[in-house]
């Protein structure tokens, strides 16, 4: 077995996955121009729009790509050289749209944030005028969760077209497409949905639909999504296993409620933040989301350091962070299959990094809290 299998993951993506679904990835991957894929395709789009309480008429699209590619292909699709994009710019996530924006000569105001979750949005009041609103729910490069519900009043009330990607807070954190007013909404399938990497989802509301330009591009032409998605196919070759494991994740998840998911990633990120408080480690921000804990060393050490030192010591891997914040912060993901055995992993590794003796006595105390 390779040793890239032997390590324990604590990053935002890919993260553990289920075992139901690692049953699943190992099968043959079958054909799927015909009802009963159509089927499987059109039971995600029906799970999606629940979970995500998207408004009536809203439709789901299947992209075939990372991420990133959700973000542009709904930036192509949904803007126009008429428009002005209003940015949230908190971190690495929210300059990637303002790049895009750029690189297809959008009109954008980056608003580049810090030290706010956006409750109160009287510092965008100066770009009222924009056409749209785009924000990274949660800002992963730094680990902020902003407030979809605030951001979703103020796009209403100036009537902005509200373009979120959720990618790194979906089913970890709360989100309802309704009550937040949110038009389309960008999500993967390897972060909080625990699957591989391969699968981009995008959910419309009807006044995103209206807004789709004329083709102008092939792979990423949402018209044709939406045509075909009408009977469960893509226009191409899609990810054909990974949706079958996406059917088998949703139906957990409905199963379960989105709401106790939701709980379960809290008590996790509650669970693990609590049992390092003896450590020199304190949190980056106050608008943390269940999804990740973002820590900042208060003894001088350098963050990347831990970060090298608990992969080759203890095989554990939790993402460093790049550029001027690198010796800063690092960051550990609540997402996916975590219980409290595994975080433990990563606990006992950091009391043994700082040959704290503490850990008993925590253990203990925190496991009956
Ligand atoms: C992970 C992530 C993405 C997608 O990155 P890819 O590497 O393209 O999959 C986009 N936005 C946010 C906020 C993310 O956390």
């Known amino acids: 077995m390779h040793t890239l299998y032997q390590k324990y993951i604590f990053t935002p993506g890919p993260v553990k996955m289920y075992k139901e679904t690692l049953e699943l990835g190992a099968m043959q991957t079958p054909y799927f121009r015909n009802e009963e894929f159509s089927q499987v395709v059109l039971d995600c789009e029906t799970n999606l729009l629940q979970i995500a309480n998207a408004p009536k008429n809203s439709r789901v699209l299947f992209l075939t790509a990372s991420g990133t590619a959700g973000m542009e292909a709904t930036v192509q699709n949904l803007l126009s050289l008429k428009d002005t994009a209003l940015i949230i710019n908190g971190g690495g996530f929210g300059q990637r749209f303002v790049d895009i924006c750029n690189i297809h000569g959008i009109t954008n105001i980056n608003c580049k944030v810090k030290d706010t979750n956006l409750s109160d949005t009287s510092l965008l009041n100066d770009s009222k005028d924009a056409s749209s609103l785009i924000v990274n729910a949660h800002e992963t490069s730094i680990g902020v969760l902003y407030n979809l519900e605030s951001l979703g009043n103020f796009a209403k009330e ?57 083709k102008h591009q092939l792979y990423f032409d949402f018209n044709s999504y939406l045509k075909d998605g009408l009977r469960g196919q893509t226009p191409f070759t899609p990810a054909v296993s990974v949706i079958l494991q996406l059917q088998k994740r949703l139906e957990q998840i409905i199963k379960n409620t989105p709401q106790k998911e939701i709980q379960k990633a809290k008590e996790i990120a509650h669970y693990f933040r609590e049992a390092i408080k003896p450590l ?73 990094y700082y040959g704290s003796k503490n850990r008993k006595i925590c253990r203990d105390k925190c496991r009956s809290s």
Request: glycine letters at 4%; a negative charge.
């Open 280 to 352: 020199p480690l304190k949190p980056y921000t106050h608008f943390m989301p269940n999804a990740l804990t973002t820590l900042t060393p208060t003894d001088n050490k350098s963050a990347l350091e831990i970060v090298k030192a608990l992969e080759e010591k203890y095989n554990v891997v939790v993402a460093p962070n790049g550029g001027e914040l690198k010796d800063t912060i690092f960051r550990v993901s609540h997402m996916g299959d975590m219980t409290k055995e595994y975080t433990d992993i990563l606990i006992d590794a950091l009391f043994d």
């Open 158 to 214: 100036n009537n902005m077209l509200f373009i979120v990607d959720a990618i790194s807070m979906f089913i970890t954190d709360a989100l309802d497409m309704s009550r937040d007013n949110i038009d389309a909404l960008i999500i993967s399938s390897h972060k909080g949905l625990a699957l591989p990497p391969a699968l981009s989802m995008i959910i419309l509301s009807p006044k995103a639909i209206a807004k789709i330009n004329p």
